[in-house]
């Protein structure tokens, strides 16, 4: 295929001729769309948030337009802040700002917009008020320089959950028409961008091109083409893949696909499985969870990943596909070294499967960082003991940014098998710890902070879960889900 075609602003476009690595951002601006703002090119501050169509036409997603690669929306409809006046009057959430006084220099303002557009469809925020965090979540990935939050905030309260499906029809739930789901060959000069349909179409690309880069939601990829300004060959993209966007659950274990979203993973385990869902409560904004997914958090190989501490906590496993077939990888074994995992080339991680812990599992997630919300955590951490007659049956201890990869603590847990759950066991498990971890100096933290929060994070732990009796963590669905942007 020589061009991409989508829809901005109601409006059809072809592009044709265009590095795959271009950013929407980029094009947006050099197309005279220059409302959307560029501010840090990293997905941090918001400026640049546009309202992208799920492929079903069920979902408005807030994404940071930075991060997302031209290709990735051929096929689909996008809208930006000059695109949502309607008939000489404008949307909802630009008619709040403008009551509340919410905009100073103006120049975050577009980014606020299409966080307050995005959460005027939400109906769950319709409850909100009751809820003040969701409406931190909704714009924790917009940044004001001007420090002028609380007519923001105010806007936010006004518009949250105040448009009707009714209202968004018919203009911003037109039909994208099939491209958004058929698989994408695109080519421009020696640079390609592949998009099968299948987790073999995706196999078979890797064949094909051995040196290609595997994507998905790019919110790693996108800063090494923003920040480091790098050109890749081949790129294999998985997001059109409907088997790996599906969160089954079956016989008391969840399926993850690779490919789903963070912002999807999050709204079941709300209920579904909450000690993950206390995790992805902060492991970043709206913006990046609509397009990060599992798979990349796990593939990337970060030792300071915020899903890989309670991924080993529950003791999950990896299910990678190859040429040769599937195998099961437990996470605990998935990473070899700094930024290196068990993936032989030509091989995919396509799902995540999670065994859901019994109801009297003491669990516990931690994530320390200099803000609390959009920032990478010095130290993440995740803990299941499970106790008989008061004793440690099993201890699974999980920490990042403590060694090289993500690790479990297998000293501190020998120090609390068998023994009483009480202060003493858990005071032998800190000292423990110092066995367990080398932790390195950094600009996020020394090797002192970070051994200190380990042990106190341990003990807030203990003295979190000690009398607190333990909610049955239930699954909210049983059976298969699709979630947006699957085949239903």
Known sequence: MDALRFHVDDQPVQVSDLAPTTTLLQWLRASGRTGTKEGCAEGD?????????????????????CLVLLPMVHGRRLWTVQGLAR????????????????????????????????????????QAPAQDWRLDDQVCGNL???????PIRDALRQVAGSCPDDVVAPHLRAA?????????????????????????????????HPDARVVCGATDLGLAVTQQHRRFPTLVSLERIPALRRLDVVAGTVHVGAALPLCDLEAWSEQ??????????????????HRATVGGNLCNASPIGDLP?????????????????????????FFLGYRRTALAPGELLVAVELPLPSPDTLLGAYKVSRRRELDISAVAAAFAVQLQDGAVAWARLAFGGMAATPARAAQAEAALHGQPWGPDAVAAA???????????????GSAWYRRTLARN????????????PQVPLQPRHTGTLMLPGGDR
Do not use: W
Request: hydrophobic fraction near 40%; proline fraction near 6%; glycine fraction near 10%.
């Open 176 to 208: 994208p028409g099939g491209d958004a789901r058929a698989s994408l060959h695109y080519q421009a000069g020696d640079e390609r961008y592949l998009a099968p349909v299948t987790v073999e179409g995706a196999l078979a690309a890797l064949e094909q």
């Open 309 to 333: 501490p309670v991924l080993l906590a529950l003791d999950a496993v990896a299910v990678v596909a190859g040429p040769g077939g599937q195998r099961r990888v437990p996470v605990r074994d």
């Open 87 to 126: 008939g000489g009057q404008p949307h909802p959430a630009q008619a709040a700002l403008v009551a509340t006084s919410g905009s100073q220099c103006g120049y975050c303002t577009p980014g606020f917009v299409m966080a307050l557009t995005e959460a005027a469809h939400r109906p769950e925020l319709k």
């Open 45 to 65: 501050c918001g400026a640049c948030t546009v309202l992208l169509l799920d492929e079903d036409g069920s979902h408005l997603r807030a994404v940071n337009a």
């Open 272 to 289: 579904g499985l909450p000690v993950l869902h206390r995790m992805l409560r902060y492991f970043g904004s709206r913006q990046i969870k």
């Open 430 to 444: 800190q000292e423990a710890l110092q066995a367990d971890f080398q932790p390195i100096d950094d600009h996020r």
């Open 144 to 150: 004001c320089r001007c420090t002028g939050y609380r």
């Open 457 to 468: 994070l341990l003990l807030g732990f203990f003295e979190e879960t000690r009398q607190q």
